[in-house]
């Protein structure tokens, strides 16, 4: 069965550190990837999204994404983190293949937290 | 770009009684709508499909009589939680498509469902 993991449940970073949120899953053909904020009692933001051609995939808020067929990962990385990145990171998956009708899988989630 | 409005942003109700979520594509045409369930501290579960006009399609372990769907036209869908109680107490989240790519997947801002 189709499946999305985020190993990590909670992270926590200093403000102005490098971070990187780790995604896998498991499709039988690579699949449509996705990242999506959510603060506190809100809806999901997109973050950026792979479809096919370039493997590093820019997006909004300064996070990058890099696909890697051999690992089946899709993780999302930040240079510098601020303060208000504090949120909820969501991957997901989607695959034209995956029987019956579409939709949108999401991992568990990753809580980030950021120390001043 | 693509905006979903989702009304109400939280409700509190009685035991027993029935609660209707909205879910509006405000600039484009939703062919496909999605419901989204999430729990505190846990990923986005998917509910049900539905698209204009037809039935919505039910994930395993959904109860359609409980949670009704209906997708009346190109940019409404609407949630209702019958007979509701406090284990329906969650996080409603609403997505909508316009066409069959993944690249339109947008979400509403959420509704917090609580079930006195």
């Known amino acids: 069965a189709q499946s999305v993991t985020q190993p990590d449940i909670h992270i926590t970073v200093s403000e102005g550190a490098s971070l990187e949120l780790r995604c896998n899953y498991s499709y039988g053909a690579t699949p449509y990837l996705f990242w999506y904020v959510q603060s506190p009692g809100q809806g999901l933001q997109l973050l950026l999204k792979y479809f096919s051609g370039d493997t590093l995939v820019q997006g909004i808020k300064g996070f990058e994404a890099e696909f890697k067929r051999s690992q089946s990962s899709f993780n999302l990385r930040k240079p510098s983190v601020h303060w208000s990145d504090a949120a909820e990171y969501f991957c997901?998956?989607?695959?034209?293949?995956?029987?019956?009708?579409?939709?949108?899988?999401f991992g568990a989630g990753t809580r980030l937290a950021v120390h001043p | 770009g693509a905006v979903v409005s989702q009304h109400p942003s939280w409700v509190i109700c009685k035991s027993g009684t029935s609660v209707k979520i909205e879910c509006r594509s405000l600039?484009?045409?939703?062919?496909?709508m999605f419901w989204y369930r999430q729990f505190p501290k846990q990923s986005l579960m998917l509910m049900a499909t539905?698209?204009?006009?037809?039935?919505?399609?039910?994930e395993q372990g959904v109860e359609k009589d409980k949670f009704l769907i209906n997708h009346a036209s190109l940019t409404l869908s609407t949630l209702t939680v019958t007979s509701a109680h406090p284990e329906d107490s969650s996080f409603y989240i609403c997505?909508?498509?316009?066409?069959?790519?993944?690249?339109?997947?947008?979400f509403g801002s959420g509704t917090r469902l609580t079930v006195v």
């Open positions: 600039d484009f045409q939703a062919t496909t």
């Open positions: 539905s698209n204009e006009g037809s039935k919505a399609t039910y």
């Open positions: 997901a998956a989607y695959s034209q293949f995956s029987g019956g009708y579409n939709k949108l899988i």
């Open positions: 997505s909508a498509r316009g066409g069959d790519s993944p690249r339109g997947y947008t």
